[in-house]
């Protein structure tokens, strides 16, 4: 039922037979679990360069990646080789000690937050009662390697973008830290595994509950990582290449790795905080069917991201900006004011009508359930409205560009 827990435990009698002490035991044992967890997130980034690229051919029209190994599985490999080999080259004029420890903690800064990440009820890292402060906090280490990146390079198209980077992650923190504490409000924990069991049916999931947050935090979540239709930290026909310019060979291969990590380390948060994480049907007979019902749901969010990167165009930057601190942060602020209300107000009317009708927790959590959904829709729409009127203000003080059959007005009337 635990073959991970059978294994750790055979591992601790074999080092016991050896008379090595049980605390050396146990510190070999996390050291082994550490290598795992971060040998199974490389693994899997590998493996989603391939399937990324596959299904934006299938999307495009194309056939992708085909030649090397079978299906082309093997091109991932290729390249990673080829990287490899490329010559590392670094800038004279740059700072040795910052410029190589960037591309380090870009990848270092994701693999902290599968420390925590729980794959079934009984397989995780760590368990933490305040993992989502965690997350917020070694999350933010990969604005320090894009600013250290920029820094560093001693190169004003790497400065340039390495600025423009940080202001788009640290303006998408804002609304991402605000509706990640709606599903904490709603769990009453920052426990990760605490807020997965507070939902084991579909009615409990709180994507059912809070789907404004759902979208807040994936559209900011997108945003953070830098991918399309945001990927404003690469605009190759801008700002050449962005903060990474200066940099070749397997350097330049971890800040991608660390990109592709951390996009479906943000597919994992969202199935984890909204979509019930490892939970599903028979996963308390067999808790091992939770890691299948953990990852469908981490893959699930990863394809939406892969459709958005194969199909939407790259917005203007006055654009996204205008997008976090009009719209995203007003109604995250919205939100995170009224859920707690609504909670509140709505935790005792399902036992209230229970009195009258019977079974109290299921009357409980569907009055409670439904409650939250209606004030999500509530905001939601409200938030329509007042864009649809500020883009209808805006279109009428617009001043109209003339046809070519028209006589194009005088510049004073047109001012």
């Known amino acids: 039922m635990d073959p991970l827990a059978a294994l750790g435990e055979w591992f601790l009698n074999l080092l016991a037979m050896i008379n090595l002490p049980p605390a050396v035991g146990q510190i070999l044992l996390y050291l082994i679990g550490v290598i795992v967890i971060a040998t199974v997130a490389l693994v899997i980034t590998i493996f989603n360069t391939w399937l990324e690229r596959k299904i934006a051919a299938r999307l495009q029209d194309r056939v992708g990646p085909n030649r090397v190994g079978p299906w082309g599985l093997l091109q991932p490999i290729a390249d990673a080789l080829k990287m490899l080999t490329k010559e590392d080259t670094t800038p004279a004029g740059a700072d040795k000690i910052a410029f190589n420890i960037a591309p380090i903690l870009a990848v270092v800064s994701v693999l902290l937050i599968w420390a925590v990440v729980p794959f079934t009820s009984q397989w995780y890292g760590t368990r933490l009662n305040v993992a989502v402060l965690y997350i917020a906090a070694v999350g933010s280490f990969g604005v320090l390697a894009v600013l250290m990146a920029g820094w560093s390079s001693n190169n004003k198209y790497a400065l340039l973008g390495a600025f423009r980077a940080v202001s788009q992650l640290i303006s998408y923190e804002v609304p991402l830290l605000l509706s990640l504490l709606i599903p904490v409000l709603m769990a009453r924990s920052m426990d990760i595994s605490t807020i997965v069991e507070k939902q084991g049916t579909l009615l409990e999931m709180f994507v059912v509950a809070a789907p404004l947050a759902f979208l807040l935090f994936f559209i900011s979540s997108v945003a953070e990582v830098g991918r399309t239709p945001f990927d404003l930290l690469e605009a ?6 962005g903060y990474h310019i200066e940099y070749s060979g397997f350097k330049f291969g971890m800040f991608q790795a660390g990109e592709f990590m951390h996009t479906f380390t943000i597919s994992a948060l969202t199935a984890i905080l909204f979509l019930g994480g490892w939970q599903g049907p028979l996963v308390e007979q067999f808790p091992i069917l939770g890691l299948v019902y953990f990852m469908g749901k981490s893959f699930a969010v990863y394809f939406v991201t892969m459709w958005m990167r194969s199909t939407l165009p790259r917005i203007r930057i006055d654009h996204m900006q205008s997008l976090n601190w009009k719209v995203l942060v007003p109604v995250a602020l919205v939100l995170l004011m009224l859920t707690p209300l609504v909670d509140f107000f709505t935790k005792d009317l399902g036992n ?43 279109t009428k003080a617009r001043v109209p560009f003339p046809r070519r059959d028209e006589a194009r007005p005088p510049i004073e009337e047109a001012a």
């Not at 229970?354 to 959590?365: D, K, N, Q, R, Y």
């Open 352 to 394: 209230l009508f229970s009195l009258f009708v019977g079974s109290p927790a299921e009357l409980t959590l569907s009055v409670r359930a439904g409650a939250l959904l209606l004030t999500n829709l509530a905001i939601m729409l409200g938030a329509i409205e007042v864009i649809r009127r500020s883009v209808k203000r805006a």
């Open 236 to 241: 190759e026909s801008e700002i050449v290449a």
